[in-house]
């Protein structure tokens, strides 16, 4: 057995929808050396169900205490919230878990309030593979990257980019290509759904040279990335197909995507960039 007496260290959850009511039950489980102390959502009442099961009970807080209650703050909310959730954590010098990262774009100077502060920022690899392929080919160069991203209609209404452009895709039939762009474009327009095109981005060449395709496509009932890269180090091509979670915007990988992430912070092994 580990010293007991070793403290734990203090996780808290920014949003209680499919990604953070599932981290929290695996943080209530059991994560090794951390433990969960506070969540945050805007309709609590409609949690305290499963909340009240849970096996210690989190303190509830309005979003702007977590950073005191916590060591690390994983934020699981709509990205208009990010920069209240993201700025009180890395500017006392901790740890935010960042699943809107397309937020981050519009909030650069999070990053250097990281920097000045001793934070750190982490975006946990979500719905997609192979982002430590690709950081490990942007210590040299990278030429090209582009994504090709499928997802079935009910995961892409509603998004700005197509109320702004009118494009109405309820009833088609057949695949249709609804965006063609960068990455920082397709993270503005589709919000809810680009973030992995965002992390992909970050990972390498950046959100203005990686180059992103969408396609609504009623044959499909998986979120599909394709991404396509060309380096000076190696070419590659990566496929993932992701079942959705009760949130159809979301992939359930995303959710053990942050589990596995925090059982990486404290193990004894860990594999991977």
């Known amino acids: 057995m580990g010293n007991s007496s070793t403290a734990k260290t203090k996780v808290a959850i920014a949003g209680l929808g499919a ?9 209530d489980s059991g994560i090794e050396g951390l433990e969960l102390s506070a969540v945050s959502a ?77 934070g750190q920022i982490v975006v946990p690899t979500g719905a997609l593979i192979g982002l430590d392929a690709m950081a490990a080919a942007a210590v040299r160069t990278i030429h090209s990257v582009r994504m090709v991203t499928r997802k079935p209609v009910a995961g892409l209404l509603g998004a700005p ?12 039939k057949a695949p249709l290509q609804i965006f063609d762009g960068t990455a920082r474009e397709a993270a503005r327009g589709f919000p809810a759904n680009l973030n992995v095109a965002v ?11 990686t180059r992103v395709e969408i396609w609504a496509d ?14 000076d180090s190696a070419r590659f091509s990566m496929i993932i197909e992701n079942i959705p979670s009760e949130n159809p915007k979301t992939g359930r990988i995303t959710a053990l995507s942050v589990i596995a992430c925090l059982r990486k912070l404290r193990a004894p092994l860990r594999i991977g960039t």
């Open 19 to 27: 990604i953070g009511m599932e981290v929290a039950k695996a943080l």
């Open 42 to 118: 805007a309709n609590v009442w409609k949690h305290r169900p499963w909340l009240d099961q849970l096996g210690k009970a989190p303190a509830v807080l309005p979003i702007e205490a977590l950073a005191d209650a916590a060591d690390i703050v994983i934020e699981c909310a709509p990205s208009r919230l990010v920069r209240s959730i993201v700025a009180p954590v890395v500017s006392r010098g901790k740890t935010a878990v960042v699943l809107s990262v397309g937020a981050l774009l519009e909030n650069e100077d999070l990053i250097a309030l990281a920097k000045v502060h001793g």
């Open 161 to 172: 980019y197509l109320v702004e452009h009118k494009i109405d895709i309820a009833d088609i």
């Open 199 to 209: 992390a992909l981005s970050l990972a390498g060449i950046g959100p203005d040279r």
């Open 218 to 231: 009623p044959t499909v009932t998986r979120n599909t990335h394709r991404i396509e890269v060309d380096a």
